[in-house]
């Protein structure tokens, strides 16, 4: 346990002090959204394309670790699908509840690994966003079709941002550039290294900037259940699907990483954008990122990670 808190430790204390800094408002209000706009499309997408397109991911097992990340992912969707008429929840408080089973915090997860396995870990993370980013999306989107909050103009922007996904397209083009032996050439490599190298800090203090917590008053029973399926019943499923898959060592300890992370602090923008309960859905965030402090640290060494 030593060794998983050691290393998710700084994490952690950076999250917090992104918490600390929304608090205090500084260096102002506006100065988060647009770093955050940085991030997501800039320096998260150039860490991505950096990682990939050097990388030898033929080493890789690429359809073990999709067994287990989208066989899990895909099982808790359909099981919180299937359940719906019991959770007794109105459409929108649904949707949110969904998002935090079946959405995942890519900073913490890529920055996890790396701080675990090196870049060993973060090119089996790079390959697990590649994997799991489309198809968390693609299933939330057709939760909020499925649940009716959607209407019809929402519908073709949802579909025209899903093509446009920063993540995405990094990891198309991060695989398009290994695969052709083209690569990054010339200083274009070590310049995208650089700039891939500030995503992971500063996203991490961008999570706890995102952390609303007053909005956890406004939980509830679906906070609980979300909580308890994102964060327990998701590694130990995932854990499962990954001793069938015959995973080991780094892949398995990336695998289960990135099985028991909480939810996207991005699913609020969907939620407010899609009919979603924008306030259940701040509560989720912080609620759930704040219990992997503890359940990471306690989780991840009894399921042998490390």
Partial sequence: MSDIAGALGPLFLLILLGAGLGWARFPG?????????????????AMLVATLADADV???????????????????????????????????AFTSTFQGVVRFNTYVGVAGAAALHGSAGTTVA??????????????????????GTLGRASLGRSAL????????LACLLGIALNLSGIGLPGWSAPAVELLGRAALPLGLVAVGVAL???????????????????????????????????????????????????????????????????????????????????????????????
Avoid: H
């Fill in 161 to 168: 941002a899903l093509a446009r996904n920063p993540l995405i």
């Fill in 58 to 92: 033929a080493r890789v097992p690429v359809l073990r670790l999709g067994v287990a990340l989208l066989g899990g992912m895909l099982a808790l969707a359909l099981a919180v699908w299937l359940a719906r008429r019991r959770l007794a929840l109105d459409a929108a």
């Fill in 212 to 306: 609303r917590p007053q909005a956890l008053w406004r939980g509830g029973r679906a906070f609980w259940i979300s909580s308890a399926l994102k964060l327990i019943v998701t590694p130990l499923t995932v854990a499962a699907l990954a001793a069938l898959a015959g995973l080991s060592g780094i892949e398995r300890d990336v695998v289960l990483l990135f099985a028991a992370l909480p939810t996207a602090t991005s699913a609020y923008i969907l939620a407010r954008q899609l009919g979603g309960d924008a306030e259940l859905m701040a509560a989720l965030i912080t609620g759930q990122t704040l219990l992997a402090m503890l359940s990471l640290p306690l989780l991840l060494p009894l399921l042998g990670v490390g």
């Fill in 126 to 147: 790079a390959v697990a966003v590649a994997l799991m980013v489309p198809t968390a999306n693609l299933l939330c989107v057709l939760a909020f079709i499925a649940s």
């Fill in 29 to 45: 209000a506006d100065f988060w959204p647009q770093l955050e706009r940085l991030i997501y499309y800039l320096l998260f997408p």
